[in-house]
């Protein structure tokens, strides 16, 4: 069993930034895949941007070059560094531990971008 608590959301003026954390408790969390989703109103949730457990990454096409992805296994907390803000980037954003075929999700923190 993985517990997943995110944090850092709020309400940003486009062109700004934030960094999410997803702190995990629970077991091991070294051996998860990790990724951030979010899901804005009306909206299928998405994958925003992934890590392996070896420390691959992926993103999603609508963020490369403005958002990261990093993860400290000693602080057994995932990520992700979010640059250039623009309204589109307004939604939930939710942490994810995956090890097929178990996989867990946190609740999710709010990203607003808007003047």
């Known amino acids: 069993q993985v517990q997943l608590v995110e944090s850092g959301g709020g309400l940003v003026q486009p062109g700004g930034s934030l960094r999410l954390s997803c702190a995990a408790s629970?077991?091991?969390?070294?051996?998860?895949?990790m990724g951030w989703y979010r899901q804005a109103p009306g909206k299928q949730r998405e994958l925003v941007a992934a890590?392996?457990?070896?420390?691959?990454?992926n993103y999603a096409d609508s963020v490369k070059a403005r958002f990261t992805i990093s993860r400290d296994n000693a602080e057994n907390t995932v990520y992700l560094q979010m640059n250039s803000l623009k309204p589109e980037d307004t939604a939930v954003y939710i942490c994810?531990?995956?090890?097929?075929?178990?996989?867990?999700w946190g609740r999710g923190t709010q990203v607003t971008v808007s003047s």
């Open positions: 994810n531990a995956d090890r097929r075929p178990v996989t867990y």
């Open positions: 629970g077991s091991i969390f070294s051996i998860y895949d």
């Open positions: 890590i392996t457990s070896g420390g691959r990454t």
